[in-house]
């Protein structure tokens, strides 16, 4: 009896005296997550369990020496959010917090931080494997040949083994997810469940369910504007893969956030091959593209040209008219 209380005081006294994470160790960790923005530099791991290590920086690259408060807050997808204070500590420069268990594809994980009485505010937004799951699935994507443009107008990312083309409609908000063979062509996403999600001020996560004709996976977003930060998982078979979208983040690259932060070309002003109906600059109304063109002075459909209306009528290439 008295071996086995020796050795529970011994796991107890193992466990209190665990080595905690410094800010360098958190900067250096193949689990980071680097993010500048106009106040300073920081760093975060959030593990699958829900807890959290960051380092902060201010503009000129010294660690916070004073006072820093806040939460950080897990939203969950299927229920209320859950915000838990961050811990600083100013001599080994880090803040910490225990948050729930990662249990959706993606969760946006918010801070909420007070560092010298100035706000620091952010996001992250990482799958059930946390950021060493977004480190880790973007090793695949590094090494891929992957088009600026996909064939629909969206960008392409590379999510874990998948090729997924994402783009979303500017007039209705409707956002469609393609899976591409490395011929960058269209193929049935099958039993894939993809996730993507809108960080920023006005976070969203939307589920895609597949479409009628059954070649992608269609949801809505309530942004109309191209987002800086856009963070998409695939979920297959029970595993999921995860990508940060648009700038081809790597392991090592520093994640830019805030007013300076670069747009993800996200939004289109229309399907390809889609009706939409322009005023021109002579009150005509054209309508698709490349060019059909209905109102005063003429009418045009399609192109390379046929032309109704006056001075006079034109059909195709060749000269048919009626002056």
């Not at 009896?1 to 994470?21: D, E, P, S, Y």
């Not at 500590?89 to 993606?106: C, E, M, N, R, S």
């Not at 004709?213 to 963070?231: E, I, K, S, Y």
Request: with cysteine; net charge negative.
């Amino acid at each position: 009896m008295n071996r086995k209380i020796i050795l529970l005081v011994m796991l107890v006294a193992a466990a209190g005296c665990k080595k905690k994470l410094t800010a360098d160790a958190i900067e250096n960790s193949s689990a980071a997550i680097v993010q500048k923005g106009d106040r300073g530099t920081s760093a975060w791991i959030v593990a699958p369990d829900g807890s959290v290590n960051a380092s902060l920086k201010d503009s000129d690259g010294k660690p916070i020496a004073g006072t820093v408060t806040g939460q950080v807050t897990f939203e969950n997808p299927d229920g209320a959010p859950q915000s838990v204070p961050v811990q600083y500590d100013p001599k080994t420069g880090v803040v910490t917090a225990t948050g729930p268990k990662l249990a959706a594809d993606i969760t946006p994980v918010k801070y909420a931080l007070t560092v010298d009485g100035q706000p620091w505010n952010g996001s992250l937004e990482v799958p059930r494997t946390g950021t060493q799951g977004l480190v880790d699935d973007a090793k695949i994507e590094a090494p891929a040949d992957l088009p600026a443009t996909g064939p629909n107008g969206g960008v392409v990312q590379m999510v874990g083994p998948d090729r997924v083309e994402i783009v979303a409609n500017k007039s209705n908000g409707e956002v469609r997810a393609y899976v591409l063979d490395p011929q960058n062509h269209v193929i049935d996403p099958g039993d894939r469940k993809i996730t993507v999600s809108i960080g920023g001020e006005d976070p969203e996560v939307v589920v895609l369910a597949p479409a009628p004709a059954g070649q992608f996976v269609v949801g809505h977003l309530r942004t109309r504007v191209d987002p800086v930060n856009v963070t998409v998982a695939v979920n297959e078979g029970g595993a999921t893969h995860a990508c940060i979208v648009g700038w081809r983040w790597h392991p090592g690259a520093v994640v830019v956030v805030g007013p300076a932060a670069p747009r993800v070309h996200l939004l289109v002003d229309a399907w390809p091959g889609e009706v939409v109906e322009v005023h021109g600059k002579h009150h005509e109304v054209i309508v698709g593209a490349p060019a059909v063109v209905v109102g005063a002075p003429g009418v045009v459909v399609g192109a390379p040209g046929v032309f109704i209306g006056g001075p006079g009528f034109h059909v195709g290439g060749g000269h048919h008219g009626r002056h």
